[in-house]
């Protein structure tokens, strides 16, 4: 069964670039949509955004001057990157595949990874 | 954006209790809407989507339903497995949005 599991750093400094990857494993990266969804503490999920295998992309509005996403599908991976990094940043990060047929929801997802923007 | 409000907040039931979670979006999205579920420290997992659809592996007493702008999720007899906190999100367009949650507690 796929599975997806985050990696990057924990720790960022104020108005750094965040950089994060998931791993797909157990399955191909091809003929899906991939997202990546933060949930500040005590918060709401936020999306961020999502690419499809191919390498379009669709970014939330509120973030879109400050990300980035892409994939590689030679390593079966996609990544995030985040930059001018605030504490309003600090979340757990998770990754997730997105199924579009016949309608979008998000059916797999990483365990996620807490970032922390501190100086 | 789509605003995703959901009610109660939070909730206290016992076990055995038929428990059901609203869902309310700012304007009509047919019936792109999908349920998750969260424990501490996990990640959300699927259990409807398409409004009414189970996830496969999902228990059967769970159900999601509504259409438009008026979506449910009831629990039909709560199980100790089940206390969590539930989020709904619409997938009608983007940007992909979910609601504030509904926290299951034991009473």
């Known amino acids: 069964q796929v599975q997806l599991q985050e990696s990057g750093p924990g720790l960022v400094k104020p108005s750094e670039t965040l950089s994060l990857t998931c791993t797909v494993s157990g399955g191909s990266i091809s003929s899906y949509y991939w997202t990546w969804i933060r949930q500040p503490p005590g918060k709401g999920l936020e999306c961020i955004g999502y690419?499809?295998?191919?390498?379009?992309?669709n970014y939330n509005p509120s973030l879109k001057s400050r990300v980035t996403i892409s994939v590689d599908t030679s390593k079966n991976h996609f990544s995030l990157k985040l930059n001018s990094m605030t504490a309003a940043d600090t979340a757990v990060y998770y990754c997730?595949?997105?199924?579009?047929?016949?309608?979008?929801?998000?059916?797999?997802w990483g365990k996620g990874t807490t970032v922390t923007v501190s100086s | 954006d789509i605003q995703m409000t959901q009610s109660p907040s939070s909730l206290s039931a016992s076990v055995g209790d038929r428990v059901t979670i609203t869902c309310r979006a700012s304007?009509?999205?047919?019936?792109?809407l999908n349920w998750y579920q969260q424990k501490p420290g996990k990640a959300p997992k699927l259990l409807v989507y398409a409004a009414s659809s189970l996830q496969s592996g999902v228990p059967s007493r769970f159900s999601g339903s509504g259409s438009g702008t008026d979506f449910t999720l009831t629990i039909s007899s709560l199980q100790p497995e089940d206390f969590a906190t539930y989020s709904c999100?619409?997938?009608?367009?983007?940007?992909?949005?979910f609601g504030g949650g509904t926290k299951v507690e034991i009473k």
């Open positions: 304007q009509s999205i047919s019936r792109n």
């Open positions: 997730a595949r997105v199924v579009v047929t016949p309608l979008y929801y998000m059916d797999v």
């Open positions: 999100q619409q997938s009608y367009t983007t940007p992909l949005t």
């Open positions: 690419i499809y295998y191919s390498g379009s992309t």
